[in-house]
Each structure stands twice: as structure tokens, then as C-alpha cells.
């Protein structure tokens, strides 16, 4: 098999050249094998195409940005193959992924399934702190604890050597690959977009699982227009490992009766063994396309726009908590000022181009620490580490300063960072 382009993903398929296409989605940090046991069933009546996440299962380490990237790479992948209209499930991020496509290409996707998924996972918080977790400790502490999200307890002490594979697909996972869908995630929200899936939806979720459980599955249900919810008994997060047999049949009942109502889904043939892809015709040059008459009006941005775009950057090195929190105690007095910050420091110096993130971290903590501003210490150092520093990096950072800023300076900031670098980086229990 040749090397898999930047722009598309690894993929396998199964079943009849000439039936419709069911494109298969993984959850983060499995693979394509975690729908083996429906592969049998499916594979009778549809074309079934799977693929890995990059870094996954041994596929080409090109990490993606964000959901949306996933999904085009998807999408070019397929339109190399010829497929214009398929059916669509996932699993989890797999999830999000059908989800983005009928959101921004609905005339792709017959019909959907989102297992295990949700509008928003979480918090953003919460996967920038497991990227944190990875950059500094490596992929043991998730594999360690994916059994309990990922199973219930009785089928985890029942089925050893099934948990022990899942955890290996944890362990073989590209560090790096498995951070940036963590930051894909994080970024991930579509809550406010629910209404505008129009494709044929089932919501399947495990009755325990407590990763995105029923009530997430229930948000999803509410908010796209008859979308059908199937909760699965005796499953957790990976209800399509857990229960096979029931996943398989909701997933049979729904995609048939959506075939059944959109003809156009046959697809022409698929290859029958993973091949190089061909990558989609580009687009026409720029020297082609006219581009309309841009007016100062239109292109300079409004102190409204800086200011969206300063929360949007400051949710994301920082932290919704510590947003969450500055705004709470904003009031009269100081709220003009908060503004201020948001929208100058915010919105228009972190969001320059100039410099990455990583810089600008490194910048900010040896200014930090050159005026004596150690209050804001704690809340940098933990957005260096959010913005891809290591603790390792983070001290040769401090031990800079000691030289051209003091020695008490740097041991008082060493104080704060190694606190907050202990809280941010200890794996889960």
C-alpha cells in the first residue's frame, strides 16, 4: 500500500462492489477494527468503507486542526474513489465528523448515525487539559483509564483480552495526532447548528455510558428535526464493541429505511483492497477567478470583530474557568476594562500571525517575571502548557530569566509554575 497523501485518510472496505456506500467512523484513540463484529452484517447489504484517524492504526501521522479538516480530508478521500452520496456513521469524534458533513455538505450524506456523540463533548477545558496530560506523560495514563470510559465494569472484568486490545489500539496512537483531535474537539461545538442537519438521523448512545451519555444523546434528539433516539442496555462508550449484536441491528433498521427513501445513495464500485488515492481535480488557479472589489469597509475589522475574535483566543490559551470566572467578577467599574484587554490584548496582539502561540507563551512568562507580575503567573503558566510547551521547556524558560531578570524573581516564579505544573500534568488516578 503506498503512502496515504497529507489531504486524505488510510481506509479499508468491505461488501459488494455495486451496493450503496455506509461510510464508518472511529472513535478517538481506536481504530477501524472497533467495528469488526458489525462488519459480517452490514457488509451484506452495503459497501461498508472505514478509515483511521491519522496517527491511528498505524496511518500516516499528518494531525488534522480540527473537526472540519477531518471531515474535508474524508471527503477527499472519497471523491478520489469516485463516491458522491453515502450513508454515514460514527462513533464519538467519528460522530462529530458525520455530523460536520451534513451541516456543510448535505447533498453528500443519505442518511446519518451519531453513536456515542454529542454537540459539544465536554469542555474545552477538559480536552486541553488531556493534551496537556499526553505532552508531558506520554499515552499511558489514557490508555491506563479508557477500560472504565470506554466499558461497563462487568463487561470489563468479563472480557479481558477484549479490553486489553482496546487499550493497545490506545497505546499505538501518535502522541501528537491523538493531542490535536483533543484540540479538535475541544474547539468542537455545533449545538446552535442542530436544526439545519436535514439528513435521516438516529442518535444510538449506551444506556451507561458516561462519556457522552443519554442526556447528550437526548440534546442531539431535540435539536435535529426527526432525528430517533436508541439507547443500548448493558453498553458504555463503545456500545458497538459492547453489544455488537444490538448495534448492528439499529444500525440495519435505520440505514435500510433511509436506502429506502433516497435512491440516489448507489454508488459505483469501490476497490477491494485499500489503495493509493487519487487526489480530488484542484481547484482553479487564482489568476482565474476574478475576486470581487474588496471596500476598507468590508476588509478592516470592527472593534465588534476584534472582540469576538479576542474571547475566541482567550477561551483557548486561558480557559473557559478562568474566563468563565474574570467575567463573573467584572462590574461596573472594571467591566471597560475587561473589554479593553479582550479586545487590544485579545484580539489584536495574541491574534497577530506573526508569532505561534508557543512564542508568545514563552514571551509572556519572562515579561511576567521580569516585572514582578507574579499574580498572572499561574493562569500563563498554564496556558504555555496548553499552547504545546513541556514542563521541561517551561524551566528553561524560568532559568533565563533567573539570569537577566534575578535570581529572586526566577525562584519566586518557580514557586507558582511548579504548583501549577504538578495540578496540570498529574495523570488521572
Same mark, same amino acid.
Given at each position: 500500500?503506498?503512502?496515504?497523501?497529507?489531504?486524505?485518510?488510510?481506509?479499508?472496505?468491505?461488501?459488494?462492489?455495486?451496493?450503496?456506500?455506509?461510510?464508518?467512523?472511529?472513535?478517538?484513540?481506536?481504530?477501524?477494527?472497533?467495528?469488526?463484529?458489525?462488519?459480517?452484517?452490514?457488509?451484506?447489504?452495503?459497501?461498508?468503507?472505514?478509515?483511521?484517524?491519522?496517527?491511528?492504526?498505524?496511518?500516516?501521522?499528518?494531525?488534522?486542526?480540527?473537526?472540519?479538516?477531518?471531515?474535508?480530508?474524508?471527503?477527499?478521500?472519497?471523491?478520489?474513489?469516485?463516491?458522491?452520496?453515502?450513508?454515514?456513521?460514527?462513533?464519538?469524534?467519528?460522530?462529530?465528523?458525520?455530523?460536520?458533513?451534513?451541516?456543510?455538505?448535505?447533498?453528500?450524506?443519505?442518511?446519518?448515525?451519531?453513536?456515542?456523540?454529542?454537540?459539544?463533548?465536554?469542555?474545552?477545558?477538559?480536552?486541553?487539559?488531556?493534551?496537556?496530560?499526553?505532552?508531558?506523560?506520554?499515552?499511558?495514563?489514557?490508555?491506563?483509564? !479508557?477500560?472504565? %470510559?470506554?466499558?461497563?465494569? +462487568?463487561?470489563?472484568? &468479563?472480557?479481558? =483480552?477484549? @479490553?486489553?486490545? *482496546?487499550?493497545?489500539?490506545?497505546?499505538?496512537?501518535?502522541?501528537?495526532?491523538?493531542?490535536?483531535?483533543?484540540?479538535?474537539?475541544?474547539?468542537?461545538?455545533?449545538?446552535?447548528?442542530?436544526?439545519?442537519?436535514?439528513?435521516?438521523?438516529?442518535?444510538?448512545?449506551?444506556?451507561?455510558?458516561?462519556?457522552?451519555?443519554? !442526556?447528550?444523546? %437526548?440534546?442531539?434528539?431535540? +435539536?435535529?428535526?426527526? &432525528?430517533?433516539? =436508541?439507547? @443500548?442496555?448493558? *453498553?458504555?462508550?463503545?456500545?458497538?464493541?459492547?453489544?455488537?449484536?444490538?448495534?448492528?441491528?439499529?444500525?440495519?433498521?435505520?440505514?435500510?429505511?433511509?436506502?429506502?427513501?433516497?435512491?440516489?445513495?448507489?454508488?459505483?464500485?469501490?476497490?477491494?483492497?485499500?489503495?493509493?488515492?487519487?487526489?480530488?481535480?484542484?481547484? !482553479?488557479?487564482?489568476?482565474?477567478?476574478?475576486?470581487?472589489?474588496?471596500?476598507?469597509?468590508?476588509?478592516?475589522?470592527?472593534?465588534?470583530?476584534?472582540?469576538?475574535?479576542?474571547?475566541?483566543?482567550?477561551?483557548?490559551?486561558?480557559?473557559?474557568?478562568?474566563?468563565?470566572?474574570?467575567?463573573?467578577?467584572?462590574?461596573?467599574?472594571?467591566?471597560?476594562?475587561?473589554?479593553?484587554?479582550?479586545?487590544?490584548?485579545?484580539?489584536?496582539?495574541?491574534?497577530?500571525?506573526?508569532?505561534?502561540?508557543?512564542?508568545?507563551?514563552?514571551?509572556?512568562?519572562?515579561?511576567?517575571?521580569?516585572?514582578?507580575?507574579?499574580?498572572?503567573?499561574?493562569?500563563?503558566?498554564?496556558?504555555?502548557?496548553?499552547?504545546?510547551?513541556?514542563?521541561?521547556?517551561?524551566?528553561?524558560?524560568?532559568?533565563?530569566?533567573?539570569?537577566?531578570?534575578?535570581?529572586?524573581?526566577?525562584?519566586?516564579?518557580?514557586?507558582?509554575?511548579?504548583?501549577?505544573?504538578?495540578?496540570?500534568?498529574?495523570?488521572?488516578?
Amino acid at each position: 500500500m503506498s503512502e496515504t497523501p497529507r489531504n486524505t485518510l488510510k481506509y479499508c472496505v468491505d461488501g459488494p462492489e455495486d451496493a450503496p456506500v455506509l461510510v464508518i467512523g472511529p472513535s478517538l484513540g481506536t481504530t477501524w477494527h472497533m467495528w469488526d463484529r458489525q462488519i459480517p452484517e452490514l457488509s451484506q447489504h452495503w459497501r461498508v468503507f472505514r478509515y483511521d484517524l491519522p496517527g491511528h492504526g498505524g496511518a500516516p501521522a499528518h494531525a488534522a486542526a480540527s473537526v472540519a479538516d477531518l471531515a474535508d480530508r474524508l471527503l477527499a478521500t472519497l471523491d478520489g474513489l469516485g463516491i458522491q452520496r453515502f450513508g454515514y456513521a460514527g462513533c464519538s469524534i467519528g460522530g462529530a465528523i458525520g455530523a460536520d458533513l451534513a451541516l456543510r455538505h448535505p447533498h453528500r450524506v443519505a442518511s446519518l448515525a451519531l453513536v456515542a456523540s454529542s454537540p459539544r463533548f465536554g469542555t474545552a477545558d477538559e480536552f486541553r487539559q488531556r493534551g496537556v496530560i499526553v505532552r508531558t506523560n506520554g499515552l499511558e495514563p489514557i490508555a491506563r483509564t !479508557a477500560p472504565e %470510559r470506554w466499558f461497563t465494569p +462487568g463487561f470489563a472484568a &468479563a472480557q479481558p =483480552a477484549i @479490553v486489553e486490545w *482496546a487499550v493497545q489500539m490506545v497505546r499505538t496512537t501518535d502522541p501528537g495526532c491523538y493531542i490535536a483531535a483533543c484540540e479538535a474537539l475541544a474547539a468542537f461545538d455545533i449545538r446552535g447548528a442542530l436544526g439545519r442537519i436535514g439528513a435521516p438521523t438516529l442518535v444510538l448512545v449506551g444506556a451507561e455510558d458516561q462519556v457522552t451519555g443519554p !442526556a447528550e444523546a %437526548r440534546t442531539l434528539v431535540a +435539536g435535529i428535526p426527526d &432525528a430517533r433516539l =436508541a439507547l @443500548v442496555p448493558g *453498553a458504555s462508550h463503545l456500545a458497538p464493541v459492547e453489544q455488537p449484536a444490538a448495534v448492528s441491528d439499529l444500525l440495519l433498521m435505520h440505514f435500510s429505511s433511509a436506502w429506502q427513501q433516497d435512491t440516489s445513495a448507489a454508488i459505483p464500485v469501490l476497490p477491494l483492497v485499500p489503495g493509493p488515492v487519487t487526489p480530488p481535480a484542484p481547484f !482553479a488557479p487564482v489568476a482565474e477567478i476574478a475576486p470581487a472589489a474588496a471596500t476598507p469597509e468590508a476588509s478592516a475589522p470592527t472593534p465588534d470583530d476584534r472582540h469576538e475574535q479576542g474571547t475566541k483566543v482567550r477561551r483557548e490559551v486561558l480557559g473557559d474557568a478562568h474566563v468563565d470566572a474574570v467575567n463573573a467578577s467584572a462590574d461596573g467599574f472594571t467591566e471597560d476594562f475587561q473589554e479593553l484587554v479582550t479586545r487590544y490584548a485579545w484580539g489584536e496582539v495574541w491574534s497577530r500571525d506573526g508569532l505561534d502561540r508557543r512564542t508568545r507563551s514563552c514571551i509572556t512568562l519572562t515579561a511576567l517575571v521580569a516585572s514582578g507580575h507574579l499574580e498572572g503567573l499561574a493562569a500563563h503558566t498554564r496556558a504555555a502548557l496548553r499552547n504545546g510547551l513541556t514542563p521541561a521547556e517551561i524551566k528553561e524558560v524560568l532559568l533565563q530569566t533567573a539570569v537577566y531578570c534575578g535570581l529572586p524573581a526566577a525562584g519566586a516564579a518557580f514557586a507558582v509554575a511548579q504548583k501549577v505544573i504538578q495540578e496540570e500534568t498529574t495523570p488521572p488516578a
